[in-house]
């Protein structure tokens, strides 16, 4: 999840972590909500008032969460710009969810 939203553009982002010669390229999907965008409860698709950041407590950017399907995080990068190394600590927190 971005959060600079109001200082980069999304091309900006696109270029920063989206291609694989970029500086800091992240090989899992990017979101870009806005600081309006209202969290989602999946059951009923009712919008909750909070934001998508004020939810998960406000996090620095770039952060790489693992989120269960009841929207609790069970894992988050300890280091600043998380990469595909973190992706073996990924999937040890992923088996232990499942």
């Not at 790489?64 to 600043?80: A, K, R």
Request: hydrophobic share 30%; net charge negative.
């Amino acid at each position: 999840v971005e959060r600079y939203l109001n200082f980069e553009t999304k091309e900006d982002v696109a270029e920063e972590f989206g291609f694989i010669d970029s500086n800091h390229y992240t090989p899992w999907p990017i979101v870009l909500p806005t600081d309006d965008d209202s969290i989602q409860r999946i059951e009923d698709q009712a919008n909750l008032s909070q934001s998508i950041f004020e939810y998960y407590g406000l996090p620095g950017t770039p952060s790489l969460f693992l989120i269960d399907q009841n929207g609790v995080i069970q894992w988050e990068s300890d280091t600043y710009y998380p990469n595909e190394n973190s992706i073996g600590e990924i999937e040890k927190a992923y088996n232990k969810v499942i």
